[in-house]
């Protein structure tokens, strides 16, 4: 049987997600699932509505053996970024035979049918993309169109539907993460299972299957944080074990957190910060810099400032991920020096089970990058590595000070925060 691997956010975890786990549980067996999860910063440009430790605990309790983090570098970031990172991590692992995700096309064909053409973009797709950007629409919309062309005049049934395919976005991480299992020359091979439930930015909450959007929107609107042991919705939507951890990390003060926590210090830094400094920021434009700072003055809070500077151009994801990006001290050098040296720089364990410690000793004689188990072996890495993990300390220091009690907000937490093992016995 086959050790799977799976990228996930968990943000949070919910029955789409155990749903997934538990067809993954079956493909798995007793070999085991790794999990590859983001950290405290998401892919949408937001915090995690939970500490990766709380998620962390999450997924090991729905039948995660082995969770390894996302460094704040790939996990707050564009999907090529996002899926190259995580790829990276699995593919060094040594030990990983297939990814499993979720998609909104099933097929998983149609999926390798738009990634051959992505994956090694020929001239003809570059000048086309180029054109369609031209016109002043966005990567995601210029990307599509370009696919479309140049699968235009070709006929069957899986290239009718690869263009159609990146317009949903577990459909284009998909693609993503069979990219960079190409890139990486990996031998792992992607399987894909059809997403269950309300789509991925659905607001329904009618349904036992509702999206994490939903999830989170509904929290926030919570007039009292004490009713989530309670309530209703949250109970048909989420594994009572997770939920479970929701109720407990609510009680304690730390979480949940949201954007609009950052405002100030946000705005306080895009308003002070020279123009020059923003344009250092990732996924920037020439332009773009004044436009963010002239924003963050008139707005007073993040949303509103956010909704000064999306256009068609720039998604509202887009803009996000800089204004975190600046608040971790992330660059655009920085990211583009990961790039080039092949992504992530190490594997860090954030936890396991009995199962997944048996995975880690195996991983260990055929890993291609150090494995840190305990948060000091980071200063025995290499530079560029070092560097990454000192990002991922900066990044858990900025995301501590959205804890609603002050007592939660201290830094170097990174310091003294160890892997979690689980020792139930999943079924």
Known sequence: MPVVGIIAEYNPLHNGHAHHLEHVRKLAADEGIVCVLSSNFVQRGEPALLSKWARTEMALAAGADLVLELPSAFACSSAEYFASGAVSILNSLGIIDCLSFGSEEGDIDVLKTAADILAFEDDDFREILKSELDKGLSFAVSRQNALKTVLAGKSGHNIEKAAEAIDQPNNILGIEYIKAIKRFNSNIEPVTIRRKGQGYKSLDRTSPFSSATA??????????????????????????????????????????????????????????????????????????????????????????????????????????????????????????????????????????????????????????????????????????????????IRSTDAYVLGCRNPGHRTGGQEYTSSPIYFSQTIS
């Open 215 to 392: 999830i989170r929107h509904h929290i926030r609107e919570l007039p009292d944080l004490k009713a989530i042991s309670n309530d209703p919705f949250l109970k048909s939507n989420m594994p009572e074990a997770c939920l479970n951890i929701l109720i407990k990390e609510t009680e304690s003060g730390r979480h949940p957190i949201f954007p609009e926590y950052y405002s100030d210090i946000i705005l306080h830094s895009f308003r002070n910060m020279p123009a020059e400094n923003i344009a250092s920021l990732p996924y920037m434009e020439e332009g773009l810099e004044n436009r963010l700072k002239r924003a963050a003055i008139e707005s007073v809070s993040v949303d509103e400032m956010v909704s000064k500077v999306v256009t068609s151009r720039y998604p509202a994801s887009r803009i996000k991920r800089i204004m975190f990006s600046m608040l971790t001290g992330m660059t655009a050098e920085f990211l583009d020096e990961l790039k080039s040296n092949g992504y992530a720089q190490y594997i860090r364990v954030l936890g396991f089970n009995e199962t997944g410690r048996l995975l880690l000793s195996r991983s260990r004689k055929k890993a291609g990058l150090p494995v840190i188990v305990k948060p000091a072996g980071y200063r025995k890495l290499n530079d560029l590595a070092k560097r990454l993990f000192e990002h991922e």
